[in-house]
């Protein structure tokens, strides 16, 4: 099913304005993730879409049928919250089967659905169980069957991954992608973890303040951020966005001069950003990189995140950059970080000129 | 397991309890036995029974069990638990709770703020609040209805003292109910709301079990709290003919207008063993719950076995 909002508003008594008359088409059968950061309206929306939150304006629309006044229980919706909510007092089966126990489906064919659910998560074994002596993972099963169980239109996750720990994180992650992609069930989820957002969404709305900044795939995300908030929220290192100037056709930045993309007039202030996986340590002066002494190394495993500290006037102007495993430079030493030009971004206005 | 946490020591740790036990056995165990003691007796307030009282056995309690009188009032205060504890407080003060759970702001203060002030007003003001309201002259009631001459106290004396007590004590079981909804997590509320379930389906599915604990708990100090209630009496003094004479009036009448000490002592005793009952029924309800999370609150209820020796002292006051 597909879901369309329309102007949608939400403005919480007290005056705080959650969703800034906001408009999103999310497509048939589309593993769709609102990213952004605490208090953005990413939640807010979510329990829009589920009739959980009535919009001060605007509509919603799910599969081309305007439920904007419908109660949650009649928008065929099924959500999965961030602690699961499973009821404490019911077992396994009976917590996958309390959709259909409401719809009043006869207890024999419920069972047998909790049932068939139950094993198609791996959750045969749990069936007799309370949710007191499951673990977390087999909790945030349980919720999945849960929402499965009675054939919703559409998935709503709120913070889906969040209560796992870091190993089983990645485990679900993975378990819940391929489960989407066999269910082929409109799925909307919430995060705050550009990662998780990156690794399971077909396409991305990045949200602040209440409006959407960028919609896309996560490539285009990742490759082109719109705008130098979806730059610096995107990326698992934060990246280097440094402020520079358009001077004689090339760009001043932080003591390096580089290519200007065309169009710029000189005097132009811009900001340039690379990531720190997308530039290189040299050892030896160069005009197109960033001067700094190394300040701090982080091992990151399979490479090490270097932070340099500019000279000069710019004391404070730290650079990253990632080096490989084992190239990493004396802490203290002089480098110089080289950006690689395909690979860098150009703001002008908060808006990306480069690449075009 | 080291089971001296503290470090104390037996000695010491004995030293610490000791000023305490001897406070429970002076004011709480030692009254009790000389309640059991005097039912046995037939020790009267004046006359001779009163300088050299004489054992009697179980002459009391068989008097006490045959009197018509002891049965009856048995069963108005049974009419009154049920009218305006059980039915009347609890369910009016969860109807509040349930009602105000969302609302925030002036109308929820208001209503909170007229509960609680008929609960903490002192006992003798409100009951001649009510003796005014009810009264068939001048009454409030009979002039807000438009039914003058209405004898309220004298045609539903129980009925009078029912509704008086459920006033009086919803506001314990709003609060209680009012924060134990507190304690059910709103994705559960929403998760069987986007289920389809409707408002009675929440309440049966998803809240009722969450505060099983709580709501029983509260069965079980109100009850206990009005089978012990003395203050209707200031009302209808258990009036007319008897018809409003629960079971504290009808040991007091006994007891201290009558003279009948012994008598009332083993009335008294005969009461605290009718709350033994109910704590202990309370008591294995909340036990059969099945799960290990509400040990807790189990202990909540070890309090509760407190109210009935709390309610000791009161019925022992009547009789010592």
Redesign the interface.
């Known amino acids: 099913m597909t879901i369309s909002l329309h102007g949608l508003t939400k403005v919480f008594p007290g005056g705080v304005r959650a969703l800034d008359s906001l408009d999103l088409d999310i497509g048939e059968g589309e593993f769709f993730a609102l990213l952004g950061p605490s208090g953005c309206g990413k939640t807010t929306l979510l329990r829009s879409i589920a009739g959980l939150e009535t919009p001060t304006s605007g509509t919603v629309s799910i599969g081309g049928a305007d439920v904007t006044a419908l109660p949650p229980g009649r928008r065929d919706v099924a959500m999965v919250f961030q602690d699961y909510a499973l009821f404490p007092h019911m077992d396994v089966t009976a917590n996958i089967a309390y959709p259909l126990r409401i719809q009043k489906v006869p207890r024999a064919r419920r069972e047998a659905r909790a049932a068939e659910v139950a094993g198609r998560l791996s959750l045969s074994e749990l069936l007799g169980r309370r949710p007191g002596q499951l673990s977390g993972g087999q909790q945030q099963r349980v919720a999945l069957a849960r929402a499965i169980a009675c054939h919703p239109k559409v998935f709503l996750f709120d913070e889906p991954l969040s209560n796992l720990d870091a190993r089983l994180r990645l485990e679900a992650r993975t378990f819940l992608k391929r489960l989407q992609d066999e269910l082929g069930v409109t799925t909307v989820f919430v995060t705050h973890d550009q990662g998780e957002a990156l690794a399971l969404a077909h396409r991305i709305a990045v949200m602040d303040a209440g409006r959407i900044t960028q919609v896309g795939t996560p490539a285009e995300i990742f490759r082109r951020p719109a705008t130098t908030f979806v730059a610096s929220f995107i990326g698992s290192t934060p990246m280097n966005l440094l402020p520079g100037e358009v001077a004689g056709g090339a760009l001043h930045v932080a003591g390096a001069v580089l290519p200007a993309p065309p169009g710029l007039p000189d005097g132009e202030e811009i900001v340039y950003g690379v990531r720190p996986e997308y530039a290189d340590l040299s050892a030896v002066p160069r005009d197109d990189a960033f001067p700094g002494t190394v300040a701090v190394l982080e091992n990151l495993g399979t490479s090490t995140l270097v932070t340099l500290e500019g000279g000069g006037e710019d004391g404070d102007r730290l650079v990253q950059v990632v080096v490989p495993e084992g190239e990493d430079p004396p802490v203290g030493a002089a480098a110089w970080a080289v950006p690689r030009p395909d690979r860098a971004l150009v703001y002008h206005g908060d808006r990306l000129v480069h690449p075009a | 397991m080291n089971t001296d946490a503290a470090g104390l020591g037996r000695r010491r740790a004995v030293g610490f309890v000791l000023p305490a036990l001897v406070l429970i056995g002076v004011f709480l165990v030692f009254p009790a036995l000389w309640t059991i003691y005097l039912g046995l007796t037939d020790y009267r307030l004046t006359g001779l029974a009163a300088a050299d009282p004489q054992v009697v056995g179980a002459d009391n309690y068989t008097a006490a069990i045959g009197d018509d009188r002891f049965r009856t009032s048995l069963w108005l205060s049974v009419q009154y638990v049920l009218g305006s504890a059980v039915i009347g407080q609890a369910v009016l003060g969860f109807a509040l709770a349930w009602t105000l759970r969302d609302r925030r702001g002036p109308v929820r203060r208001i209503i909170e703020g007229l509960v609680l002030l008929s609960w903490i007003l002192p006992s003798s003001v409100v009951a001649f609040l009510w003796i005014a309201l009810l009264d068939r002259d001048g009454g409030t009631l009979n002039a807000l209805l438009g039914t003058p001459g209405a004898a309220w106290l004298l045609d539903h004396p129980m009925l009078s003292i029912i509704v008086f007590n459920t006033w009086r004590g919803t506001a314990f079981s709003m609060m209680l109910y009012a924060a134990a909804l507190e304690t059910v997590?709103p994705?559960?509320l929403?998760?069987?709301?986007?289920?389809?379930?409707s408002a009675l389906?929440q309440l049966r599915?998803?809240v009722l079990?969450?505060i099983k604990g709580h709501v029983l708990t509260n069965m079980l100090l109100i009850s206990l709290w009005t089978f012990n209630d003395f203050t209707p009496f200031l009302i209808t003094a258990g009036g007319p003919e008897g018809r409003s004479e629960i079971l504290p009036f009808y040991v007091y009448t006994t007891a201290l207008r009558g003279g009948q000490l012994g008598f009332g002592a083993a009335v008294s005793f005969l009461i605290l063993l009718i709350n033994l009952v109910f704590a202990l029924a309370y008591l294995r309800l909340l036990r059969t719950r099945?799960?290990?999370?509400d040990r807790d609150r189990g202990r909540d209820h070890g309090d509760g076995g407190g109210a009935v020796s709390g309610a000791g002292p009161a019925i022992r006051g009547t009789a010592g």
């Open positions: 997590p994705s559960h929403e998760t069987a709301r986007l289920a389809g379930a389906q599915d998803v079990p969450r099945d799960r290990t999370r």
